[in-house]
């Protein structure tokens, strides 16, 4: 069993991919960790020197290595993961894809309280993070809603998840 998590920056993604692995008990990969563990520096890094094309190529790079040598686990995908490369096409025929889908409002409130940790909207101001969270969800959703389940229940519950898993 092959689950990969898409969804939004903030969605919650890596905290029900760590559930989400204990509870079926396999394996639990976060991507941006594999990639940073991959070239050796962290993402920033990587975007300020080497810029997002080469980012979203290793991306691909690391996910394919991930899902080609492993049988079962769960992946924690970045935000923008299923919108290259046609690496949501991979990723549904590889395994099940599954979409935390947040509420605009709760991604806000989240990201507000995350910005010092997060390099992409680290210096927005309060407004220019709603915009930039409206625009970018509205770019991804075409990505996102591709997906095999759609968990739209907030808060998210581990067993009605495993449950949707289940019925894909």
Not at 50 to 72: P, Q, W
Not at 125 to 139: H, N, V, Y
Not at 152 to 167: G, R
Request: proline share 3%; hydrophobic share 40%; charged share 25%.
């Amino acid at each position: 069993m092959k689950i990969f998590l898409i969804g939004f920056m903030g969605s919650g993604k890596t905290h029900w991919g760590r559930l989400l692995g204990e509870k079926l008990g396999v394996r639990f990969f976060d991507l941006d960790e594999q990639i940073i563990a991959h070239a050796g520096k962290p993402v920033t890094q990587i975007f300020a020197e080497e810029g997002e094309e080469h980012f979203r190529l290793l991306e691909k790079e690391v996910m394919y290595l991930i899902t080609e040598s492993h049988d079962s686990f769960v992946m924690s995908c970045g935000g923008g993961t299923p919108c290259y490369f046609n690496n949501i096409d991979y990723m549904k025929q590889a395994g099940t894809v599954i979409w935390i889908n947040t509420p605009l409002q709760t991604l806000f409130k989240r990201l507000v309280a995350e910005k010092e940790q997060r390099p992409l909207i680290k210096s927005l101001s309060d407004e220019q993070l709603k915009s930039f969270i409206a625009k970018k969800f509205a770019d991804r959703k075409i990505y996102y809603e591709q997906a095999d389940v759609i968990m739209d229940e907030e808060p998210v519950q581990l067993d009605k998840l495993v449950e949707k898993i289940f019925h894909a």
